[in-house]
């Protein structure tokens, strides 16, 4: 089993690296696109496992490494 958690800043959170990509489309004369917002994608192989574990297993992942909860939300696929 796969997982994959995207973790992206929550509402409200301060985005300069999505504000300096914005600037750069921008400058590289790329129109029509509007706000850009940056994130982490990050691909989990799971071992033998079902799938309640697996997303406990994520989910804790999640919440002690992957994602700073003050600031980032986060999103758990498992394929």
């Given at each position: 089993?796969k997982?994959?958690?995207?973790?992206?800043?929550?509402?409200?959170?301060?985005?300069?690296?999505?504000?300096?990509?914005?600037?750069?489309l921008?400058?590289?004369?790329?129109?029509?696109?509007?706000?850009?917002?940056?994130?982490?994608?990050?691909?989990?192989?799971?071992?033998d496992?079902?799938?309640?574990?697996?997303?406990?297993?994520?989910?804790?992942?999640?919440?002690?490494?992957?994602?700073?909860?003050?600031?980032?939300?986060?999103?758990?696929?498992?394929?």
């Amino acid at each position: 089993m796969k997982a994959r958690v995207t973790v992206t800043l929550k509402t409200g959170v301060l985005d300069p690296q999505g504000k300096a990509i914005e600037g750069a489309l921008k400058s590289l004369g790329i129109d029509g696109i509007g706000a850009v917002l940056q994130g982490k994608v990050f691909d989990l192989e799971i071992g033998d496992m079902d799938k309640a574990a697996a997303e406990a297993a994520v989910k804790a992942a999640c919440e002690k490494l992957l994602a700073n909860t003050v600031v980032e939300n986060y999103r758990i696929e498992l394929v």
